[in-house]
Structure formats: structure tokens, C-alpha cells
């Protein structure tokens, strides 16, 4: 087939120009069609393919938030045994450090009971050593008032 105007095809016609448009036309609209539907797949197919970027961009996050959370909670549980063992030393602690107040005391007691009776020990003392300076006083009287009645 031949563009030329006039010209024949395999069976020998010839084709005026309305019809030579109108099978341009025809062509160009096939064309036209062509590409439309060519564009459509292509659109389609970025469209497809925005969607699964997209679902994987979905699933990357929420991967990443779900790991974020896990290590989130690991530190928290860590913080969370962390702070009932410092309770629970301290609370040790605290007991231990009433059992020794008690101690103490028992202590001070103690040692005050055992001040009192050292000054009583020295207060016997003191009391026996008069008690002995008194005798000897007396003593000393007797002997003379002895000696002196036998002198007369």
C-alpha cells in the first residue's frame, strides 16, 4: 500500500482522500488507543508498585517502632528490678541500722549502770575509809584513856 493518493492496493482500488483520512484517523486513534492503554499499564504499574514501597515502608516501621519498644521496655524492666532490689537493701538497711540504735542504747545503758555502780564502789570506799579513820580515832581514844587510867 502506498501513501500516494491514487495509488492501488492488492486488489487494485484506489482510495479517494475522505477514505485515506478516515484510515489515517482509524490508525491514529489505534495509536492513540495504544498508547493510552500503554500509559494505563505503566500507571498501573507505578501505582503497584507505590503501594508495595509503601506497605514495606509500613512494615519497616512498625518493625522499627516494635523494636524501639522492646528496648524501651528492657531498660525499664532492668530500672524496674534495679529499683526493688534498692528497696529492698534499704529496707535491710533500715533494719539493720534499728537493730544497731537498739544495740546502742542497750549499750549507753550499760555503761551508765556501770558508772553508777563504780561511784557506789567509790562511795563504799570512801564510806569504809571514814569508818576505818573513825576507828582509828576511837582507838587512839581508848588507848590513852587506858593508859591513863592505869597511870592513876
Known amino acids: 500500500m502506498s501513501c500516494l493518493f491514487g495509488t ?11 477514505t485515506y483520512l478516515f484510515f489515517l484517523y482509524l490508525i491514529e486513534i489505534g495509536m492513540l488507543s495504544a498508547m493510552i492503554k500503554d500509559h494505563q499499564a505503566r500507571q498501573a504499574a507505578k501505582k503497584e508498585e507505590q503501594e508495595r514501597r509503601r506497605k514495606e515502608a509500613i512494615l519497616s516501621a512498625n ?5 524501639l519498644v522492646d528496648h524501651l521496655n528492657v531498660g525499664v524492666a532492668q530500672a524496674y528490678l534495679n ?6 537493701e534499704a529496707k535491710q538497711l533500715h533494719v539493720g541500722a534499728t537493730n544497731f540504735a537498739k544495740q ?5 545503758t550499760l555503761i551508765e549502770n556501770f558508772n553508777g555502780s563504780l561511784k557506789e564502789i567509790g562511795d563504799v570506799e570512801n564510806w569504809a575509809k571514814t569508818i576505818e579513820n573513825d576507828m582509828n580515832v576511837i582507838t587512839t581514844a581508848l588507848e590513852i584513856a587506858y593508859k591513863t587510867s592505869r597511870e592513876k
Open 104 to 108: 546502742t542504747q542497750q549499750w549507753l
Open 83 to 88: 529499683q526493688k532490689r534498692l528497696d529492698a
Open 8 to 18: 492501488r492496493f492488492k486488489n487494485n482500488q484506489r482510495i479517494n482522500i475522505k
Open 63 to 67: 518493625e522499627l517502632t516494635q523494636n
